[in-house]
Each structure stands twice: as C-alpha cells, then as structure tokens.
C-alpha cells in the first residue's frame, strides 16, 4: 500500500548541508503531513520538522529553526528537508513518515543515516 524511501543521507562536516528525500510510492489516499524524525544512538527519537500536505503549514522543532527547511513536491509525492550549517548534534537517522486521510495508521521510512564530524 504504502512506500516511504528516504535517500540523501551521508557524512558532512561541521557547518555542511545536506538534502534528504523521500519518496512515497503507491500512494492512494491523499496525503494529510509528511514528517522528519530522527534519532542518535542512546537518545530518545524526536520530531524535527512536518508539513501539512495540502497547506504547506509548517513546524519545526526549535533546535533546527533557521537552519533547516521542510517542503514538498505534491506531484512527485516526495518530501525534502534541507539541512543547512549542521551541527554534530544532527547526528541521527533520519526517517521520514506519512498520514494519510481516514487512516489512523503513521507509516515510516526505513532512515536515512546523517553523520555530522570532522
């Protein structure tokens, strides 16, 4: 039913950038958020950033504001997050995840790892 296939994760220095994407595939049902998560080792795993699919609304977690940028591409059904002056605190997987209208049901990404080091 449902595919969520993130790509653009890597290593990056300090002070990089980096663009992950993911993909949705088979999608039927209209698309209500698309989300990015992440989690480090050890750590609990967090909301960075959603976006209303429809709206454009936008959220991000407070550590990422201003250096980070969630949007989409409604005919491609992918989600981008753009991840400017990085920071080794970034460090994580990122897993990106859906909802979709009259499913209770969240659907995730396998991840995409970020490794931010010198």
């Known amino acids: 039913q449902v595919q969520l296939v993130e790509s653009g994760g890597g290593l990056v220095q300090p002070g990089g950038s980096l663009r992950l994407s993911c993909a949705a595939h088979?999608?039927?049902?209209?698309?209500?958020?698309m989300a990015w998560y992440r989690q480090a080792p050890g750590k609990v795993r967090e909301l960075v950033a959603r976006?209303?699919?429809?709206?454009?609304?936008?959220y991000y977690i407070d550590s990422v504001k201003g250096r980070f940028t969630i949007s989409r591409d409604v005919a491609k059904n992918t989600l981008y997050l753009q991840m400017n002056s990085l920071q080794r605190d970034d460090t994580a997987v990122y897993l990106c995840?859906?909802?979709?209208?009259?499913?209770?049901?969240?659907?995730w990404g396998q991840g995409t790892p970020v490794t931010v080091s010198a």
């Open positions: 995840t859906a909802n979709f209208q009259g499913d209770p049901i969240s659907y």
């Open positions: 088979a999608t039927i049902n209209s698309i209500t958020t």
């Open positions: 976006i209303d699919w429809n709206y454009g609304y936008t």
